[in-house]
Structure formats: C-alpha cells, structure tokens
C-alpha cells in the first residue's frame, strides 16, 4: 500500500472513530460528574469487555463463515445507515431546520436525565450511571468496529485501521481525562459531515458489490473502475448534499433569509 | 424479559436511530438489487451505477418527506 494511501486509511478511521469517541465520552462525563464516577467507570470497563467479545466473534464469524459479498452487503448497509444518518443531520443543521449539535448541550441533557433517574442499587452500583455508560460505550464502540472493518479491509490493511481507532481513543480519553468537561471546541458538526460523506460513499460501494450474493456463483458486482469509481461516489454524495442544503429551506416553506436560523423549523425527530 | 426487551431497544436505536425511513429506504433498494442482481447476467455493468443512484434517490425522498411534514 503506498504511503498516500496509507495517510488516506488512517485519517479516515482516525477521524470517524474520533467523533464517536467525543460522543461516547459525554455520555460518560455526565453520568460520572452527576451520578457515580465509580458506576460511570464500571459500565464503561464492562462495554470495552463487551465489545472485545463483540469484535473477536463477528470478526471470526464475519471471515471465515460469510462470502466476500455478503460481508459487503451486510457492513455496507450498516455504513449507509450510520452515514447517512449523519448526513441528514448535516443538512437539516446546514439549511437551518435543525439547531447545531452542540457537545454541551448533549452533557446539559444527560445530567438533566442523570438527575430525573432514581436511586437504584444493584450490585453495590448506581445501576443508572453503570448502565447509560455501558449502553453509550458500547453503541459507539461497535459502530468504531464496523468502521474498522471497512475500511480495512478495503485498504488490504485492518490492524493499521485498529492502530487508528485506538490512536483516536487513546486522544479523546486524554483530552477528556485532563479538561474534565465535554470537548465542546471540537468542530463536530464539520467532522460528522466528512466522515458522513466518507461511511455513505464507502457504504453505497459496498452494498451495491455485496449485491453480486444474489447472482449465481456469489461474487461480488464491479463497479466501472473499481476501487476509482469511489472517488466518483464521494464526489456525487458531497454535490447532493450541497445541493440539499441550498433547496431544503425552499422546500420546508421558509425562505432563508426570512427566518432567523435561532428559530428554526425544527424537523421532527432530527 | 427486560434483558430481550433492553437487548431488541439497543439493536433498534442501533440500526433504525432517529429516522426510520433511511433503514427502510436502503432495505428497500437492497430488496430491489436482490431482485435485479439474481435476473441479470453476472458482468451487467450497468447495475452498480443505477443501484447507486437509486440510493440517493430513496434518500432525497425521505428528506423531502420529512421537511414537507416540518
């Protein structure tokens, strides 16, 4: 692989996984600075058990059982999920239908709900901490290795992938280890929308090569110029979002410069 | 019970998330893939570029859909 390529795999996984670990954190923050760092700790050690478990079988399942093809069709569709829930966001916040995501704002919620919850003890643990840390931990953490996987696998170098995570964890839990607070000066809304644009792109390669498991022989489909035609994916994803952004106020009714972004029309469920 | 009913929560709020017509969207063209991938002959070059655009497509739709409803 050469070393362009390279720098490609690991800015990639570096900075997806970096976001999801921004998120995993708040969530941690919250729960460990109201509630119980203690449970907050434990609920997060459990999750990294967890997804090791998690990794170790779907990893093993996932080369030695699955045909190449079903593999693509299976990750790719999860990609596209994730990717494009991140892309619908983008836009929505782009346009001004939706506030921006605000990290702060985020850790606002989760104290408010840590707060709300009641006072259950099991196992000598404030079960509410330990179990919202587990859950949020482990929901990043699995959509992390899925990217791994992804991208790895289509740059022919997985454990390079990992190392990237990892490297991107390992960031997030200093930075968040010394500020003790939420990282609210990370540009979110800016890294969610290239790595959107990254896991939709590499997603739509993956789903439509994994459709070749329904063919005859299983193999999977080729797209014209290979691995080239996914720059021409990210290529179409990046115009059509640009151009959502530009038509959806004027299709939600509003005109832009009529309604100050502070009051959106705020999009159900978004 | 709960350890089911916690277990099938995480793996909706996992896939589904906030908007359910983006899984229903790409399950959707994959079913109709499927369908077109298993009729058409194995080196059908024309496939992935239309399959690609059929994602996009299903996506914009369920945008409109969701800015149209505010």
Redesign the interface.
Known sequence: MGSSATWGLLTATFTASFVEFVEALTIVLAMGMTRSWRSALAGTALALVALAGFTAVAGYALVNWLPRSALQ?GIG??L??FG??W???V??RSSG?KGLHDEAEEFREQEEAARRAGNEQRLGLDWFSFVISF?GV??EG?EVVFIVITFGLNAHNVPLAAGAAAAAGAVVLGVGAVVHRPLTRVPENTLKYGVGLMLTSFG?FW???G??V????G?S????GDDW?LLG?LA??LL?TRL?IKV?PT???RDRGAAPLATP?????? | MRFIKGFGQFWYDFIIGDDWKIAFAIGLVIAIGAVIASVSAADAGWIAPTMGVALALAFVIGLVIDVRRG
């Open positions: 069709l569709a999860l596209l999920v494009l829930q892309l619908r966001k836009i929505l239908l859950k482990f929901l699995v739509t789903v439509v090569e459709l070749g329904f063919q005859s022989g193999h489909l080729a797209w014209p035609s994916l179409g994803w059509l959502l959806m299709l939600a009714g029309k705020v999009v159900e469920g978004a």
